[in-house]
């Protein structure tokens, strides 16, 4: 293969891996550094809640929609979390319109699970009637520019914007809803952040940028709550790891998170 | 369907003598039975019973890839699809792809195609149909493990089989190769892909709460159950494909004389 001619993306590629010999990135970022990130919350005031999380260039917004429906049959005092996830064609010349295809899917469910298993939001306290009425909380992850790494920028967006959220104060009144004047937030009790490594050569990197992504053997994504308990994981793309790899993957993600934690979502959940 | 979360909390998983609901320790599998070749059209098929999960793969190709568009140039188009019958749960699953079956499809193709030697068939396609026909947790993991069985079965260079497994918590207790009942009230699971030969893992998905040792554990309790469903791989293969030492030689000799 090293007979053929180079393109610019081989090149790119050649170039990361002769960089990560020496523990160095395309960027200038260490192996373990995320790129800088940038926060904004509450931006779309139709929401209950948003953000706009930049992850270098890749950037994600994530809307925060509050309804009423029927709780699911097997959990009916609790309320719905539903995410989706849209890679809008604006934001990469490989993404097509139409309804969403397994990226997409992919990105959303990761999420979900996070935030899911982390039980991030409380929700028992979003009952109205049970077995009849309840609180869905949508989350809706909109990709505006993708650089890589869409699952921790969308992961991150996803907890300030429901961290930022507010719903009416209501009350329960003969099975039926009153609302209340005064705002309150999401019932949240935990946090969770999404960390992303990818595994080039024998190396493992934190928060891939697109380049990166395509020189990628295999990539990992690791979801910690506040009480750096591991509640989600999800291999992506075709390549291996090592038993190694993986735990000391877990390790990076715990330290990242803390991290990231304390950085973005210290000051936000009153 | 009737849960509530106080039952669920009274409900023991593993009862006072470590014994779980359907009567294994925490590092036992359940029974699995395989078969090869089940099927008569497609190239090559193989089914698999783990548990209650009864599962079916069949195998298409190489062949033309159809659109043709998406055929590659130097490699061939590796697809897979997961799908659950409607009657495969105890309440009836809409027929068509939900998103955890698309995702699912996805994450299996991500880990049987590092086995594949994809660029010995340019231009050509390989389709994998996985069909859940009844479902009793560990779907996933039971799919991969007979949709490699599948593939050697049509005769697609591999490098490897790939072998799955999960482990999981239960009752604050880290246990191998979850049921239905355990993986919904349970803590967490943790399903797991390997190449046996290299040990190479290439599917890790994980949901629930664990805490780094018990991730540790689990990770390599279900390394180790991919082990054992390897074994059973091979001797599933070898049950098919071994023939009688004497009709072998006689074939051999065959063979010889007519070159």
Same mark, same amino acid.
């Given at each position: 293969m090293s007979d053929s001619y180079d393109t610019p993306v081989s090149i790119g590629m050649k170039r990361i891996g002769e960089l990560l010999i020496q523990d160095k990135r395309l960027d200038g970022r260490g192996l373990l550094d995320y790129r800088e990130i940038k926060t904004e919350t509450g931006i779309v005031g139709k929401a209950n809640g948003s953000a706009l999380v930049s992850l270098g260039k890749t950037k994600v917004m994530v809307g925060i929609k509050v309804e009423t429906g029927t709780p699911f049959p097997d959990s009916p005092e609790e309320g719905v979390l539903t995410v989706n996830a849209e890679l809008v064609p604006l934001a990469s010349p490989s993404f097509e319109t139409g309804p969403p295809g397994e990226k997409a899917i992919e990105l959303a469910r990761v999420v979900d699970r996070g935030i899911r298993e982390s039980k991030s939001i409380d929700t028992k306290k979003l009952c109205i009637v049970p077995g009849k009425k309840v609180f869905i909380v949508f989350v809706d992850i909109y990709v505006l520019d993708h650089d890589g790494n869409l699952f921790d920028a969308s992961a991150l967006a996803s907890m300030l914007a429901l961290s930022t959220a507010k719903i009416r104060e209501f009350e329960t009144k003969d099975d039926a809803v009153v609302y209340k004047e005064n705002l309150v937030s999401l019932p949240l009790q935990n946090h969770v952040i999404e960390v992303t490594m990818a595994k080039i050569g024998d190396k493992l990197v934190v928060d891939p940028s697109l380049e990166e992504e395509s020189a990628v053997d295999a990539q990992i994504t690791i979801a910690v709550d506040d009480n750096n308990m591991i509640c989600a994981t999800q291999k992506s793309q075709t390549g291996v790891f090592t038993t190694t790899d993986i735990l000391q993957a877990v390790k990076i993600a715990q330290a990242k998170a803390t991290e990231l934690r304390e950085k973005f979502l210290g000051g936000t959940h009153e | 369907m009737n849960r509530n979360l106080n039952q669920t909390k009274n409900e023991k998983l593993i009862s006072e003598d470590g014994k779980r609901a359907d009567g294994r320790g925490p590092n036992d599998l359940r029974p699995v039975k395989i078969e090869i070749g089940t099927l008569e059209k497609a190239d090559g098929s193989a089914y698999i019973e783990w548990g209650k999960n009864k599962i079916l793969a069949a195998v298409y190709g190489p062949r033309e890839v159809h659109p043709r568009h998406l055929a590659l140039p130097d490699r061939t188009l590796f697809r897979c699809r997961y799908h659950m019958a409607p009657f495969s749960t105890s309440e009836r699953k809409n027929p068509a792809p939900s998103r955890r079956e698309i995702e699912l499809s996805k994450v299996i193709r991500d880990s049987i195609e590092p086995v594949i030697f994809t660029e010995l068939f340019p231009r050509t396609g390989i389709d994998v149909f996985i069909e859940v026909l009844e479902s009793d947790g560990g779907t996933r993991c039971a +799919? %991969? $493990?007979? /949709? =490699? @069985? /599948?593939?050697?079965?049509?005769?697609?260079?591999?490098?490897?089989?790939?072998?799955?497994?999960?482990? +999981?918590?239960?009752?604050?207790?880290?246990? @191998? &190769?979850?049921?239905?009942?355990?993986?919904?009230?349970?803590?967490? &699971?943790?399903? #797991?892909?390997?190449?046996? !030969? $290299?040990? !190479? %893992?290439? @599917?890790?998905?994980? &949901?629930?709460?664990? =805490? *780094?040792?018990? *991730?540790?554990?689990?990770?390599?309790? /279900? #390394?180790? +159950?991919?082990? !054992?469903?390897?074994a059973m791989q091979q001797e599933a293969l070898k049950k098919k494909f071994a023939v009688d030492e004497e009709e072998a030689k006689g074939e051999t000799e065959d063979e010889v004389s007519s070159e």
């Open positions: - | +799919g %991969i $493990t007979v /949709a =490699s @069985l /599948a593939l050697a079965d049509a005769g697609i260079p591999m490098k490897d089989l790939v072998a799955a497994c999960a482990a +999981g918590k239960i009752d604050d207790q880290v246990v @191998l &190769d979850l049921s239905d009942i355990e993986d919904q009230k349970g803590q967490a &699971d943790l399903p #797991v892909a390997i190449s046996p !030969r $290299t040990e !190479r %893992i290439s @599917l890790l998905q994980m &949901d629930g709460l664990m =805490s *780094y040792e018990e *991730y540790e554990k689990a990770l390599n309790l /279900a #390394v180790e +159950g991919c082990k !054992r469903l390897h």
